[in-house]
């Protein structure tokens, strides 16, 4: 999977339904820009956290086709993918699970 990530341009989310997305962080890891429908989880889990993404309702219109294009853009590019990753890192690293799970698996003892 790392050559796909590293060889990709950009990921694509255009399913109207997806699990939690661990290919979502994936793409955030390897800094690569994500264009995702905004399905249900994502609205409700990932999208709150603030990630620069170039969403879309349904269908791909010419305004996200533009915005993908722009987005692409060496500056735009770097600046959100490196926001991206200290967003990852922020909300869904090892050490945030660490620090989530400890407790519960401590309140078993």
């Known amino acids: 999977m ?7 341009d950009l990921v694509t989310y255009p399913s109207g ?3 939690f997305g661990n290919a979502f ?3 955030i890891y390897f800094k690569k820009p994500i264009v995702v429908n905004r399905y249900s989880i994502f609205v409700e ?4 956290c603030g990630f620069e993404v170039i969403p879309f309702e349904s269908y791909v ?3 996200v086709v533009d915005r993908i294009r722009l987005f692409l853009e060496p500056e735009n590019l770097s600046r959100a993918a490196d926001r991206n990753y200290e967003l990852g890192k922020r909300y869904f690293s090892y050490e ?5 799970l400890l ?3 401590e ?3």
């Open 103 to 105: 407790p519960l698996i």
């Open 2 to 8: 790392d050559d796909i990530y590293q060889n990709a």
């Open 61 to 63: 219109t010419q305004e």
């Open 25 to 27: 962080l994936e793409a």
């Open 17 to 19: 339904y997806e699990g």
């Open 45 to 48: 889990d990932i999208e709150p």
């Open 96 to 100: 945030v699970l660490e620090k989530k």
């Open 107 to 109: 309140s078993f003892r």
